[in-house]
Nanobody
Framework: QVHLAESGGGLVQAGGSLRLSCAASGRTFSVSDMGWFRQDPGKEREFVAAITRSGFSTSYADSVKGRFTISRDNAKSTIYLQMNSLKPEDTAVYYC????????????????????WGQGTQVTVSS
Protein backbone atom coordinates (compact mmCIF):
# COMPACT_ATOMS: atom_id res chain seq x y z
CA GLN A 1 0.00 0.00 0.00
CA VAL A 2 1.07 3.59 -0.64
CA HIS A 3 0.18 6.52 1.61
CA LEU A 4 0.19 10.08 0.25
CA ALA A 5 0.39 13.14 2.51
CA GLU A 6 -0.14 16.64 1.11
CA SER A 7 1.04 19.87 2.71
CA GLY A 8 1.49 23.52 1.81
CA GLY A 9 -2.06 24.66 1.28
CA GLY A 10 -3.41 27.89 2.74
CA LEU A 11 -4.91 31.29 2.09
CA VAL A 12 -3.27 33.62 -0.41
CA GLN A 13 -4.26 36.76 -2.26
CA ALA A 14 -4.83 36.74 -6.00
CA GLY A 15 -1.53 37.05 -7.83
CA GLY A 16 0.34 35.29 -5.05
CA SER A 17 2.13 31.96 -4.93
CA LEU A 18 2.01 28.71 -3.00
CA ARG A 19 3.99 25.49 -3.18
CA LEU A 20 2.27 22.21 -2.42
CA SER A 21 4.19 19.09 -1.43
CA CYS A 22 3.14 15.46 -1.45
CA ALA A 23 5.20 12.84 0.34
CA ALA A 24 4.68 9.18 -0.48
CA SER A 25 5.31 6.44 2.08
CA GLY A 26 4.89 2.69 2.22
CA ARG A 27 5.55 0.71 -0.96
CA THR A 28 7.00 3.70 -2.77
CA PHE A 29 9.07 1.50 -5.05
CA SER A 30 5.79 0.56 -6.73
CA VAL A 31 4.84 4.16 -7.47
CA SER A 32 5.04 5.30 -11.08
CA ASP A 33 3.40 8.50 -12.29
CA MET A 34 2.16 11.05 -9.76
CA GLY A 35 0.09 14.17 -9.98
CA TRP A 36 -2.53 16.55 -8.66
CA PHE A 37 -6.28 16.91 -8.99
CA ARG A 38 -8.50 19.54 -7.41
CA GLN A 39 -12.13 19.92 -6.47
CA ASP A 40 -14.16 22.84 -5.26
CA PRO A 41 -17.55 22.13 -3.60
CA GLY A 42 -20.28 22.07 -6.18
CA LYS A 43 -17.85 21.52 -9.02
CA GLU A 44 -16.47 18.46 -10.74
CA ARG A 45 -13.07 17.07 -9.85
CA GLU A 46 -10.47 18.53 -12.20
CA PHE A 47 -7.06 17.35 -13.36
CA VAL A 48 -4.27 19.82 -12.61
CA ALA A 49 -0.87 18.30 -13.45
CA ALA A 50 1.06 15.02 -13.56
CA ILE A 51 4.64 13.83 -13.88
CA THR A 52 6.27 10.54 -14.80
CA ARG A 53 8.56 8.69 -12.41
CA SER A 54 11.60 9.86 -14.39
CA GLY A 55 10.39 13.44 -14.33
CA PHE A 56 11.03 13.77 -18.06
CA SER A 57 7.37 13.99 -19.06
CA THR A 58 4.66 16.20 -17.58
CA SER A 59 1.03 17.04 -18.29
CA TYR A 60 -0.91 20.16 -17.36
CA ALA A 61 -4.50 21.30 -17.54
CA ASP A 62 -4.94 24.22 -19.93
CA SER A 63 -6.23 26.35 -17.06
CA VAL A 64 -2.88 26.17 -15.21
CA LYS A 65 -0.32 26.03 -18.04
CA GLY A 66 2.30 28.73 -17.68
CA ARG A 67 1.37 29.34 -14.02
CA PHE A 68 1.87 25.98 -12.28
CA THR A 69 4.95 23.75 -12.36
CA ILE A 70 5.08 20.15 -11.18
CA SER A 71 8.37 18.59 -10.10
CA ARG A 72 9.60 15.46 -8.38
CA ASP A 73 12.34 14.33 -6.00
CA ASN A 74 12.46 10.53 -6.05
CA ALA A 75 15.10 10.42 -3.33
CA LYS A 76 12.51 11.94 -1.00
CA SER A 77 9.51 10.19 -2.63
CA THR A 78 7.98 13.65 -2.94
CA ILE A 79 6.35 15.71 -5.65
CA TYR A 80 5.76 19.45 -5.64
CA LEU A 81 3.34 21.84 -7.28
CA GLN A 82 4.60 25.39 -7.57
CA MET A 83 1.59 27.64 -8.12
CA ASN A 84 2.19 31.20 -9.29
CA SER A 85 -0.14 34.00 -10.37
CA LEU A 86 -2.94 32.40 -8.42
CA LYS A 87 -6.53 33.30 -9.24
CA PRO A 88 -9.73 33.02 -7.16
CA GLU A 89 -10.85 30.23 -9.50
CA ASP A 90 -7.87 28.15 -8.32
CA THR A 91 -9.59 27.83 -4.95
CA ALA A 92 -10.16 24.12 -4.24
CA VAL A 93 -9.04 21.12 -2.26
CA TYR A 94 -5.92 19.78 -3.98
CA TYR A 95 -5.40 16.02 -3.99
CA CYS A 96 -2.14 14.21 -4.61
CA UNK A 97 -2.40 11.03 -6.69
CA UNK A 98 -0.12 8.17 -7.67
CA UNK A 99 -0.37 5.10 -9.86
CA UNK A 100 1.27 1.72 -10.20
CA UNK A 101 3.57 0.94 -13.13
CA UNK A 102 3.92 0.97 -16.03
CA UNK A 103 4.55 4.62 -16.59
CA UNK A 104 2.61 6.44 -19.30
CA UNK A 105 4.00 9.13 -21.56
CA UNK A 106 2.56 11.65 -21.19
CA UNK A 107 1.24 10.85 -17.70
CA UNK A 108 -2.55 10.43 -17.63
CA UNK A 109 -5.05 13.16 -16.83
CA UNK A 110 -7.93 10.82 -15.99
CA UNK A 111 -8.77 10.21 -12.34
CA UNK A 112 -9.52 6.53 -12.92
CA UNK A 113 -5.90 5.94 -14.00
CA UNK A 114 -4.61 6.64 -10.48
CA UNK A 115 -4.50 4.01 -7.75
CA UNK A 116 -3.71 6.09 -4.68
CA TRP A 117 -5.15 9.36 -3.39
CA GLY A 118 -4.18 11.66 -0.55
CA GLN A 119 -6.59 13.33 1.87
CA GLY A 120 -6.23 16.72 0.22
CA THR A 121 -5.06 20.19 1.21
CA GLN A 122 -7.17 23.35 0.96
CA VAL A 123 -6.03 26.23 -1.23
CA THR A 124 -8.01 29.44 -0.98
CA VAL A 125 -7.28 32.42 -3.21
CA SER A 126 -8.92 35.70 -2.19
CA SER A 127 -9.72 38.44 -4.68
Amino acid sequence: QVHLAESGGGLVQAGGSLRLSCAASGRTFSVSDMGWFRQDPGKEREFVAAITRSGFSTSYADSVKGRFTISRDNAKSTIYLQMNSLKPEDTAVYYCVARNPPTAVPPPSTAGEYDYWGQGTQVTVSS
